[in-house]
Every structure is written in structure tokens, then in C-alpha cells.
């Protein structure tokens, strides 16, 4: 389990209201909204990894299916296994589900994000998923264009809000941004042009090859040797890789940055964002929680997984028999006929048996390490995005300023957003005014320091970055720190990525960090859920098999294997 810490500090009174707040731009086209499939172009002429065919229909034995967490790639592979008629138990260690986009709300009504989502249109996996669940509705689509707030106030854009779609649209973007000067706008373009994006408009899959063959460059060895200047990555593109990863442009991978470019300047929408209309208990996690449930999956919270129990069968294979379950100073044994640990990056490598580590598919997964990350909520009497005018920002009649995920080149946060704008269902408060949601990345020297320190360095940033909130007081603040979050997409850290299908026949993974072709994220959690979910169907057959044949193994008579009924307790 990843370590996080959760300090509110000077509490705030008040309910959580609806309100209605409207963005302050509007776009110039009608940019296409709707997750319905017929307006999404995402699975034309697209990588077939990244977009998998909805799966034929399972005719084989229905499969006990015991899962170790319930992040969104658990929840992922409970749904696709649920849907496939397989009997679900989720087993979570924490109090409240959805791994690092969960979200609990305090004592005092305040709803606290593990970190700050943005949806990207490209999440095809996470939008068929939010249909399914019958969240589709709970995504606020921003204009179609990237902001950057630099010092003092100046706004940049990456504006992809033009009449024609890819790869124009991504085209014009880069050559009309202002937020780089002229030549280095130009060599950017040079570099682009040198990229797998190009390629990626006739040849997906191929240039989705092309794309992991860079994983052992950093971005900035490969976009400096493209001819890319030292400044864009300064300006724009180190912003833009700490949302994505965060880590820098000299420490991301090239694959995990161009992964991204090539689906934006390939697909109209994959840069369109898009954000939760509250918190992601309310509308992502608890619609998806409802589904398992009335599918009749099983929540069991608080449950640790403390060991993974195996041995080996007659012939020598090894198999999980089971696994040391902890709730508190309750403890019992879970058996299953499949078992998925879908752990974030810390949490597996301790729930991992030692022994297993002689296998290099296991081994590798320990040169993965999670990157700390440090996520602050700011709440302001007043508006603080709110550049142009200071009578505005004072009032707290009307919600007002900039609707969209903002990243910044000069602060320690790499990008926010004014939550109170962005999601104001849960939280636009009536009376009071921004809700600042800001990550550190690095969040490495953010650690060791106490809360209230960490609040005055982002006050102070937040401050240097928008001068007319000055004199605005904060209200409410709250600190949650992720010792370990997302794996650290350095150079050549993507050979080691687990496959979801293991040497283990009984036992699967599941997690953004294992191998699937998008990068860590909550898309790449949703896929590899798919993709685990895939595995045991296909696996199903064998599973019962085995299930027989320990069975068979317990009572010593292997003649009456054939008897041995089709039930197994999972607790
Ligand atoms: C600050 C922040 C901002 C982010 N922003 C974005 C964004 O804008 N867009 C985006 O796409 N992605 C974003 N992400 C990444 C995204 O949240 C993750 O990639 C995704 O949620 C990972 O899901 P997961 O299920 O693989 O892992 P997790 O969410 O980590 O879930 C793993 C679960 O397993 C549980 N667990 C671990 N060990 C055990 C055990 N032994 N027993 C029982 N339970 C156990 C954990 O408690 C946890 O609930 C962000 C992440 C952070 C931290």
C-alpha cells in the first residue's frame, strides 16, 4: 500500500452545494463532447493495444475470482469478469476504494482527492468502462486547449480549438502556441515532424513499436537530438511530463511523452480534457461500486492481503493455495480459483513470496519504483484565477475563472485546477470561492515537511502566479502525500513491466504499472484490467482443471477427481 498522509489544517464550515459555474472561455467550435461511440474516433484506424475489441462472449466454467485491491484496474477486472458470469470478492486494505483516484470526504464534509484526474479523450477503456457503469454523465468536457500559467499572470495556450481535426488541429496548435518564442516553435516542429506521429497517421501499430523502441532515451535526449530546444522543454514540455509522470523531461522516457503526442496529433480528441463533475467517490468509483455490487460482487474493505499462500502440485507446478487475509485482529484464509493482485507498485513487491523472486517475470517487477507525489487543496475567500479583474475575484456571488487543468513551468506544482470551477458539484461552495488542487512533482523534497510549511511555499507560488489574488485569505487546506505513486517511467524501465498472465497459473496482476501499451494512468489501469480479465477467461478451462486436481491431491484419490464438486469457499 502506497503511504499517504492526511493532515487537514484550519477547518472550514460549510456545505458542499450546487452550483451553477460556467467557464470563462467558451470554444470557437463545437467540439465533440459526447462518450457516445458513434462521435469518438478513437478505435479508427488506432493502435489495437491500446483499443481492444469488446471480448466474445465466455462459455466456460464459472471461476471463483478472488481480487487484492480495489483501484481502478481491480475494479476493471471485477467488472469484465463479473460481466463474463464469474463470481467477484474484492479484497481492499484501506477504508475506501479507488486506489489513487479514491476520495473520502473528512470530518467536516470536505472531500479529500488522493491527487488531481483529468481525463484525457483518448480513455477509450475508461470511458466504455464509465458507460457500462452508468457514469458516462459525470464528465465535464473543458475547451479543447492546454493553458499554461506562467509568472505573474501570463497565459499561455496550446490551443487545439480549429474547424479541422487531426493532425491539423495538433498542427496549428504547436505553430500558433504562445507559450514558446518563434524559433523555438519552429524546432519543435522539426521535431515532431522527425517523431513516430507521423507514422502513427498511416501506420498505428507500427508506430506504437516505433514508440517503445525509444524507451531506453530520456524525451529530452531524444527531442534535443531532433533538433527541440532547452526552452520548450523548460516552458512546456517539463510541465506538461511531471503531470504525465511526474518526473522531468531529462528523467521521463521518451515512449511514455510520445505515446501521448502520437495519439494528440493523431486523433482529434485525445487532447480534449475532460474532469469529474465532483469528487471520484461520488462519480467515478461509487457508480462503478454499485455495479459490482448489484452483479453480485462483494466489497470486503479493510481487508489486507498479508501473504500469498502457494505450493506445489504433484507434477511440480507451482500454484497459490490461498491467501492470509487481515482486518485489523481478525484474520482468515481466502481460496479462490483465480487470484489478481491488483497492487500499486509498493503494495505488490511486499506481497510477493521471496521465493518466487527466482523468476525473472517476478524479479523484475522490484527495478520499479513508485515516485512520491504531494497533493494540496487550497480554499480561498475569493477567486483566484480570476486574472483580469480584482472587484471580481472579491465577490462571492458568482463563480468565475479559469475552467480548465492548468500547468505551470514556475512552481513546484506542475499543474492544478480550481476545483470549485472544474468540479464544483462537490465542490463549489456557496459563499466561499477557489478550491485549488495542486500537485508537487517533484514531490521528493515536499516529503519530510510538515504541513503547514508545505501550505505557505504553495501560497506563496500560487501568489507569484496569479498577483491579483493578493490579499485573498485561505480558508480550509488539506495535504496528501504519496510516498510511492506512479512508477517511475524512467529510460528503460518498460522491459520490466509484468505481463497480466504470470508464471503462476492461478495467479494474475493487475495495475497501471503492468504491461499494457499505454503509460501509468488511470486508462492504463482500466486496460489492464481488460487484459487480466482476458487472461482468466482464457485461462478458465485450466483453472477448474486445477481446482480438480488439488481437490483430487487433498483427499489422496486422485479416482475420484471427477466427483469433486464445483464449489470452493472464498469466505
Ligand atoms: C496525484 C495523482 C494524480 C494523478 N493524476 C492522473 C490524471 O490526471 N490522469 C490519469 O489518467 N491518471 C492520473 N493518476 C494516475 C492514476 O491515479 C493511477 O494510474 C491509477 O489510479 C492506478 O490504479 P491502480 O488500480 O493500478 O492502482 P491503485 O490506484 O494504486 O490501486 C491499488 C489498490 O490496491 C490496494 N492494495 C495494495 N496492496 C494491498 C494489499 N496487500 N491488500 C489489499 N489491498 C491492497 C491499495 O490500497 C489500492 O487501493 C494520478 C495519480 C496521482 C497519485
Known amino acids: 500500500m502506497a503511504s499517504w498522509v492526511l493532515l487537514p489544517v484550519t477547518p472550514v464550515t460549510g456545505r458542499c452545494l450546487v452550483a451553477p459555474v460556467r467557464t470563462q472561455r467558451s470554444s470557437s467550435i463545437c467540439v465533440r463532447s459526447s462518450l457516445d461511440t458513434n462521435v469518438s474516433d478513437m478505435s479508427v484506424n488506432a493502435p489495437k493495444g491500446l483499443f481492444p475489441p469488446e471480448p466474445e462472449h465466455y462459455r466456460g466454467p464459472k471461476l471463483k475470482v478472488a481480487i487484492i485491491g480495489a483501484g481502478l484496474a481491480g475494479m476493471s477486472t471485477a467488472v469484465e469478469l463479473l460481466d463474463q458470469g464469474h463470481e467477484v470478492d474484492i479484497y481492499e486494505s484501506r477504508p475506501f476504494i479507488g486506489g489513487k483516484v479514491g476520495s473520502f470526504v473528512d470530518k467536516r464534509g470536505n472531500h479529500i482527492e488522493m491527487g488531481l484526474h483529468v481525463f484525457f479523450g483518448c480513455y477509450s477503456n475508461l470511458f466504455r468502462l464509465m458507460k457500462k457503469v452508468g457514469a458516462d454523465e459525470n464528465l465535464l468536457v473543458k475547451d479543447h486547449t492546454h493553458?499554461?500559467?506562467?509568472?505573474?499572470?501570463?497565459?499561455?495556450?496550446?490551443?487545439?480549438?480549429?474547424?479541422?481535426?487531426a493532425p491539423i488541429h495538433g498542427i496549428l496548435a504547436f505553430l500558433s502556441t504562445n507559450q514558446i518564442k518563434t524559433y523555438d516553435k519552429a524546432r519543435n516542429a522539426v521535431a515532431l515532424a522527425l517523431s513516430p506521429v507521423v507514422k502513427a497517421l498511416v501506420d498505428p501499430d507500427g508506430a506504437l513499436r516505433d514508440v517503445r523502441n525509444l524507451d531506453s532515451i530520456s524525451f529530452s535526449d531524444w527531442f534535443l537530438s531532433k533538433g527541440g530546444t532547452r526552452m520548450s522543454i523548460q516552458r512546456m514540455w517539463d510541465p506538461v511530463a511531471y503531470a504525465l509522470g511526474f518526473i522531468d523531461c531529462d528523467n521521463i522516457s521518451a515512449r511514455c511523452m510520445l505515446t501521448i503526442f502520437t495519439l494528440f496529433a493523431t486523433k482529434t480528441e485525445a487532447s480534449l480534457l475532460r474532469m469529474l463533475k465532483g469528487s471520484p467517490d461520488v462519480y467515478l468509483s461509487g457508480p462503478i461500486r454499485k455495479y459490482i455490487i448489484d452483479k453480485g460482487g462483494r466489497f470486503h474493505l479493510r481487508w489486507g492481503c498479508r501473504e500469498i499462500l502457494y505450493d506445489q502440485s504433484a507434477d511440480g507446478e507451482t500454484y497459490v493455495a490461498g491467501i492470509a487475509m487481515s482486518k485489523a485482529t481478525n484474520k482468515k484464509i481466502v481460496k479462490a480459483d483465480a487470484y489478481v493482485a491488483a497492487c500499486d507498485v509498493p503494495g505488490i513487491k511486499r506481497l510477493l513470496p521471496p521465493q518466487w523472486r527466482e523468476w525473472d517475470f517476478f524479479n523484475n517487477i522490484y527495478e520499479l519504483v513508485g515516485v512520491p507525489v504531494v497533493t494540496v487543496q487550497l480554499r480561498y475567500d475569493g477567486w483566484v484565477t480570476e486574472l483580469q479583474d480584482l472587484e471580481r475575484s472579491r465577490q462571492l456571488k458568482q463563480a468565475l475563472g479559469l475552467d480548465n487543468l492548468l500547468?505551470?513551468?514556475?512552481?513546484?506544482?506542475?499543474?492544478?485546477?480550481?476545483?470549485?470551477?472544474?468540479?464544483?458539484?462537490?465542490?463549489?461552495?456557496?459563499?466561499?470561492?477557489?478550491?485549488?488542487q495542486c500537485v508537487l512533482t517533484p514531490g521528493d523534497p515536499y516529503m519530510p515537511l510538515p504541513n503547514e510549511e508545505i501550505i505557505a511555499r504553495v501560497t506563496k507560488q500560487v501568489l507569484a502566479l496569479f498577483p491579483s489574488s493578493q490579499g485573498l485569505e485561505i480558508t480550509w487546506s488539506s495535504v496528501v502525500k504519496i510516498g510511492q505513486s506512479l512508477y517511475r517511467e524512467a529510460p528503460g524501465k518498460d522491459p520490466f513491466r509484468p505481463d497480466q498472465k504470470t508464471p503462476v497459473k492461478n495467479f494474475f496482476l493487475a495495475g497501471s504499472y503492468t504491461k499494457q501499451d499505454y503509460i501509468d494512468s488511470m486508462e492504463g489501469a482500466t486496460l489492464s484490467g481488460r487484459q487480466a480479465s482476458a487472461y482468466i477467461c482464457d485461462a478458465g478451462e485450466e483453472l477448474v482443471g486445477l481446482?480438480?486436481?488439488?481437490?483430487?491431491?487433498?483427499?489422496g484419490e486422485y479416482t475420484k477427481a471427477a466427483n469433486t464438486t464445483d464449489e470452493l469457499s472464498l469466505v
Open 407 to 436: 500547468y505551470t513551468p514556475d512552481a513546484d506544482f506542475s499543474c492544478f485546477a480550481d476545483l470549485a470551477l472544474t468540479s464544483p458539484e462537490d465542490y463549489y461552495i456557496e459563499g466561499q470561492g477557489s478550491l485549488l
Open 147 to 165: 493553458t499554461f500559467v506562467n509568472k505573474g499572470g501570463n497565459i499561455g495556450e496550446l490551443d487545439f480549438r480549429f474547424p479541422i481535426g
Open 547 to 555: 481446482r480438480k486436481k488439488l481437490a483430487a491431491q487433498d483427499s
